[in-house]
């Protein structure tokens, strides 16, 4: 921490963290700034008062310290974050309730694809919204070094209980935590801390073990052309920037019904639902790499595991690779342990800067510049309805806006709808890497190796492969 002036006022300035370092170093290397854009929007069929609405949206930005994150670069050029103690800006209503509503979420696209002022500004921006057929909501613009999925369920449930505790006299919410305590772990811990002394050799010890394997969600072309093109027949790890960033998000719809079949089946076998989410992916990898055995991916840790952590706000999302080695011999449930146990494995050491787990790797093999996973996939297991019980049952609307542009070619997010609790599939992908019809193509080939599993966790994965 140094204190530095900012507007002729002193105020404590801290260092960014490991989780806000990875978003920072993609939005230098991406000309379009956007990039760290989260846009939302969450919206419910009801008459709405929107002057107690406005009132809850200043108290829950007051509440989590977070929503009041700003930056600043120093003379050296390096980036620090201070809290504001106030935000006393307006919260505009928006009116589309005579509009088409796609136009109405066209325009919010628009406004999420308009990049912050980087320094000494805010860093989100909410409008209150009226729809067309009575739905009226909130939508927010949240910078991804401030705020992730998390943080942004909190922030809208916040609003909803504080809202709702005004217009209609339910229990008020719990104070919120300390953003900065938070941070203050955060930080003593990089100070190669014992903990993190032990965190590096465990990911020393996975990363030296053996050289992974490359599998591309388009099958194996790019990897057999960079062999080609670097004469190397043996090369296993492939470049996958791009030069065009500009990207869009797919949304599949899983019916409730067959949402509620997998979710039974993962509380029936003590199997977390990220678990069967990466073995459906790896082996959807495997069938479009000529059955490859050996598949890497890369996977969110949230990172929220005590109530300081899940309250305090902030964007505390590490993405760590897996990698799993299966014969066609092994069973889909016997898959589902496996990942299981390396995902608890992961859970352990997540505290590790994720930048510095890909640098060890990319000295370790010689493989700078390049990647072992295709594709990264976080689970968002809290819905509305789950983080507050004083949610109504009444109809809900929620939509996830691309900002336009992605850093990397494939990101599948599955979240639980907020209507249904159904889930959603959102791949968000550089247009330049796949194309819509290849989306809705991959989506086809991992329900079908997910149902193929459950519905006889006892089949090989061989089995599985040769019935898609």
Known sequence: MKEIYVNNVRLECYPLTAAQKIHN????????????????????????????????????????????????????????????PTDDREIELVDFSDWNEEDAHD????????????????????????????????????????????????????????????????????????????????????ENSPARQKDEKFWQDIVSASEPMFTDFNGMGRLITQRRDENNPNLRAASIASSNTEASISVF???????????????????????????????????????????????????????????????????FPVRTVMEPEMKFIDGLKMYQEKQNAIFRHANYDPVAEMMMSANQWGTMGKSYESLSLTYQPMSMRDAT??????????????????????????????????????????????????????????????FRGIENSNRTIGEILDMI
């Open 25 to 84: 170093f993609s939005r230098m290397k991406c000309p379009f700034h956007q990039l760290l854009n989260i846009g939302t929007g969450l919206y419910i069929k009801q008459d709405t008062d929107f002057n107690l609405l406005r009132e809850a949206i200043k108290e829950a930005c007051i509440r989590l310290d977070s929503m009041r994150l700003r930056f600043l670069q120093d003379e050296n050029g390096e980036v620090y974050q201070y809290l504001v």
């Open 107 to 190: 325009e919010m696209r628009k406004w999420t694809a308009v990049p912050f002022e980087r320094f000494n500004s805010p860093m989100n921006k909410i409008v209150m919204v009226k729809l067309p057929d009575g739905y009226n909501g909130i939508y927010s613009k949240m910078d991804h070094m401030t705020m992730d999925s998390s943080s942004i369920i909190t922030f809208y449930t916040d609003v909803l209980q504080i809202y709702c505790a005004k217009r209609y006299g339910t229990e008020f919410p719990k104070p919120m935590q300390s953003y900065i305590k938070c941070l203050k772990k955060d930080l003593a811990y990089e």
């Open 253 to 319: 719809r899983l019916e409730k019904e067959a949402s509620d079949r997998l979710m039974n089946f993962c509380s029936e076998n003590h199997v977390p639902v990220v678990c069967l989410l990466l073995m459906g992916l790896r082996t959807v990898l495997s069938k479009f790499n000529d059955n490859e055995k050996d598949v890497s991916l890369k996977t969110c840790v949230a990172r929220r595991g005590t109530l300081l952590e899940k309250r305090s706000g902030g964007t505390r999302i590490h993405f």
């Open 389 to 450: 019980t004083d949610i109504p049952d009444i109809p809900y609307k929620s939509y996830w806006y691309t900002n336009g542009v992605a850093a990397q070619p494939l990101y599948l997010t599955v979240m639980h709808r907020v209507e249904d609790g159904g889930l959603n599939f959102n791949f968000e992908y550089q247009k330049e890497a796949v194309t819509d019809y290849e989306m809705e193509y991959f989506y086809y080939y991992l329900c079908r190796v997910i």
